[in-house]
């Protein structure tokens, strides 16, 4: 596999959406509910998606008949993970969030030792603690040794809860249930693919809006800055960055594309510093340093 030009776009693209998703959803949380938020960003997203896919909707029986595992993959993907991510938004920077993201190897091994007897390799398991590492060092503000007594910012926790589901999602992903290993499932492109997660995810998404909505009623401060903000969160990191991430790892392989990732914090760290005027601390370059290394060591 040669790296060219055109698929180094390909990987790059979808980190900096990702990143822009955080700084965004940092910038609309006094405008919107988050989880009212993550309700209007997917059904804007199934709304815009719903052209190219309406052969498959034309065939609702494929949707019906393999509702729990679509099920399960919109609920821990769509209405748990980026809910998650948009409420730790609330009390933790885009940098924090995007760092502590880039913690998934940890997450990803210890869910498939655990639940799918996926017993990782040593190398896997230094790496995992080199990334870990950096997780700790911006859990605990650059001081190690305050996390014996270390406060979490709810932001923190919550973002730990969402990486967590989406390392579930991601093995039920590459494991996935009857009706949905390949053979079983039918012919779908990539855009019915996501379609297909979308219904469901979508409904999950507008049930916990309308919870949000009877527990913490607040407005929604509609603003062209608002519409905008959704308009991206619905085009970038939903649409175009799966679609140019799974061109990208279809060429690529997976081990390559996983180095692409830890752009992310590093294009948060800058959008943040142009957009909010927050300039990163050094515990966030070393963090970012421990996190790529333990990548770097696990991928070898």
Same mark, same amino acid.
């Given at each position: 596999?040669?790296?060219?030009?055109?698929?180094?776009?390909?990987?790059?693209?979808?980190?900096? %959406?990702?990143?822009?998703?955080?700084?965004?959803?940092?910038?609309?949380?006094?405008?919107?509910?988050?989880?009212?938020?993550? &309700? %209007?960003?997917?059904? $804007?997203?199934?709304?815009?998606?719903?052209? &190219?896919?309406?052969?498959?909707?034309?065939?609702?029986?494929?949707?019906?008949?393999?509702?729990?595992?679509?099920?399960?993959?919109?609920?821990?993907?769509?209405? +748990? &993970?980026?809910?998650?991510?948009?409420?730790?938004?609330?009390?933790?920077?885009?940098?924090?969030?995007?760092?502590?993201?880039?913690? #998934?190897?940890?997450?990803?091994?210890?869910?498939?030792?655990?639940?799918?007897?996926?017993?990782?390799?040593?190398?896997?398991?230094?790496?995992?603690?080199?990334?870990?590492?950096?997780?700790?060092?911006?859990?605990?503000?650059?001081?190690?040794?305050?996390?014996?007594?270390?406060?979490?910012?709810?932001?923190?926790?919550? #973002?730990?809860?969402?990486?967590?589901?989406?390392?579930?999602?991601?093995?039920?992903?590459?494991?996935?249930?009857?009706?949905?290993?390949?053979?079983?499932?039918?012919?779908?492109?990539?855009?019915?693919?996501? #379609?297909?997660?979308?219904?469901?995810?979508?409904?999950?998404?507008?049930?916990?809006?309308?919870?949000?909505?009877?527990?913490?009623?607040?407005?929604?401060?509609?603003?062209?800055?608002?519409?905008?903000?959704?308009?991206?969160?619905?085009?970038?990191?939903?649409?175009?960055?799966?679609? +140019?991430?799974?061109?990208?790892?279809?060429?690529?392989?997976?081990?390559?594309?996983?180095? &692409?990732?830890?752009?992310?914090?590093?294009?948060?760290?800058?959008?943040?510093?142009? #957009?909010?005027?927050?300039?990163?601390?050094?515990?966030?370059?070393?963090?970012?340093? $421990?996190?790529?290394?333990?990548?770097?060591?696990?991928?070898?």
């Amino acid at each position: 596999m040669k790296l060219t030009p055109r698929l180094a776009l390909l990987l790059t693209l979808p980190p900096l %959406l990702w990143a822009g998703n955080a700084v965004v959803g940092r910038l609309v949380r006094d405008a919107i509910p988050p989880l009212t938020l993550n &309700f %209007l960003r997917w059904l $804007l997203a199934l709304a815009l998606l719903a052209p &190219f896919t309406l052969p498959l909707l034309r065939r609702p029986r494929e949707l019906l008949s393999r509702w729990r595992g679509l099920a399960w993959l919109g609920f821990l993907g769509m209405g +748990c &993970f980026n809910a998650l991510q948009y409420l730790a938004l609330h009390t933790s920077s885009p940098l924090t969030v995007t760092l502590i993201t880039a913690s #998934m190897p940890v997450w990803m091994l210890a869910v498939g030792a655990v639940g799918y007897g996926v017993r990782p390799r040593p190398r896997q398991l230094a790496g995992a603690g080199l990334s870990l590492a950096g997780v700790a060092l911006v859990i605990a503000r650059g001081e190690p040794a305050a996390l014996l007594a270390v406060h979490f910012v709810p932001g923190d926790l919550l #973002m730990l809860l969402a990486i967590f589901t989406w390392a579930v999602y991601s093995w039920m992903l590459a494991r996935p249930g009857p009706g949905l290993r390949p053979g079983e499932r039918p012919d779908w492109n990539w855009a019915e693919a996501l #379609m297909a997660q979308l219904v469901y995810g979508t409904a999950f998404s507008g049930l916990a809006a309308g919870a949000e909505r009877l527990v913490a009623p607040a407005d929604i401060h509609w603003s062209p800055a608002l519409l905008a903000a959704l308009a991206y969160v619905a085009v970038g990191p939903s649409l175009v960055a799966y679609r +140019c991430w799974g061109r990208g790892v279809a060429e690529a392989g997976p081990a390559t594309a996983a180095f &692409f990732v830890n752009l992310t914090p590093l294009f948060a760290a800058l959008i943040s510093a142009v #957009m909010l005027g927050t300039a990163p601390a050094w515990y966030h370059a070393a963090a970012f340093v $421990l996190i790529a290394a333990g990548i770097v060591v696990s991928s070898r």
